[in-house]
């Protein structure tokens, strides 16, 4: 079995090859997230980003919930004693707010969109507000049956700030997230992935195998061009096509010239799957 290293409200695991799963485990709260877990997360994900050997994240969670929101009940108190380094959980005065938010809430999507590593949502329960954002800001969703998700934070007067109002833009376009998000929608996973919010819909017995296959898949690719084209493709939904254009051709000059692309070349003349990534560190190198 795979070691488990727990954090504040989750625990991490490595599967080969290179695949780290991030497990929300706040059951009894559906997973609804702290400050320090956050605080947490990101740090995760700044050693997953420097870590040769992690190739692919997967997010999932326990019980009922994938990440349902804040813990509006304690989410924004400090850190418990003995918990180092403590942190404020802000929310107090409206800088406390600010800088809550740009400091945690928007830093974990922030640093989910900004690993090269491609990332994976399994929502095998409730992915509202923090925890749909979170999912949106993955690479690929795959939902189990019964799983819902959605923003919903008008009914509470509030606004999606952790960045989901650009994230529904970018799937569904200015109308559909104004749709989404003034009515408030929390839909099912069928629903869902009709609207393409996510990429597949499975049994639930059946979301991490599903995950897991996914993750293997990307873990034996290229992983330098991936990594490279993922940049590629986030950078050109907001550029010109001219842009777009010059971006690509600075990373192919790179990507030409990588072993993938010679052992790509070789084991297409040799008619054999192609064997990439020899050269790519192991964990914990950079």
């Known amino acids: 079995m ?4 727990s954090y504040t409200g ?76 403590r942190i404020h959980g802000g929310h107090h005065t409206p800088t406390g707010t600010y800088n809550g938010l740009r400091v945690l809430s928007q830093a974990v999507n922030v640093a989910v969109r900004n690993l090269d590593k491609l990332t994976i949502a399994a929502i095998n329960g409730f992915a509202i507000q923090t925890g749909f954002s979170l999912a949106l800001a993955c690479d690929f969703r795959i939902a189990a049956k019964g799983a819902r998700m959605g923003s919903a934070t008008l009914r509470f007067g509030l606004l999606p700030d952790e960045g989901g109002q650009y994230l529904l833009v970018q799937h569904l ?58 940049r590629s493709v986030y950078l050109a939904a907001e550029q010109t096509f001219a842009h777009s254009l010059e971006d690509i051709a600075a990373r192919t000059a790179v990507t030409d010239h990588l072993p993938d692309a010679t052992e790509g070349m070789r084991a297409f003349r040799e008619k054999r799957t192609a064997t990439f990534n020899q050269g790519l560190g192991s964990r914990g190198t950079q």
């Open 2 to 5: 795979p070691d488990t290293i």
């Open 10 to 85: 989750f625990d991490t695991t490595i599967e080969e090859p290179g695949i780290l799963v991030v497990t929300f485990n706040r059951p009894q709260t559906l997973n609804a997230a702290t400050q320090p877990m956050k605080r947490d997360l990101v740090e995760v994900l700044s050693q997953a980003q420097m870590d040769d050997g992690v190739r692919v994240v997967v997010f999932t969670g326990t019980g009922t919930g994938f990440w349902a929101g804040d813990d509006l009940s304690d989410g924004y108190k400090d850190a418990p004693t003995g918990v180092m380094p």
């Open 173 to 230: 376009g200015v109308a559909g997230a104004m749709d989404f998000l003034m009515r408030k929608r929390i839909v099912e996973a069928e629903t869902a992935h009709e609207l393409g919010l996510v990429n597949e819909v499975v049994e639930p017995d059946r979301l991490m195998p599903a995950a897991l296959d996914l993750a293997r898949e990307l873990a034996d690719g290229p992983q330098m061009a991936m990594r490279m084209l993922k």
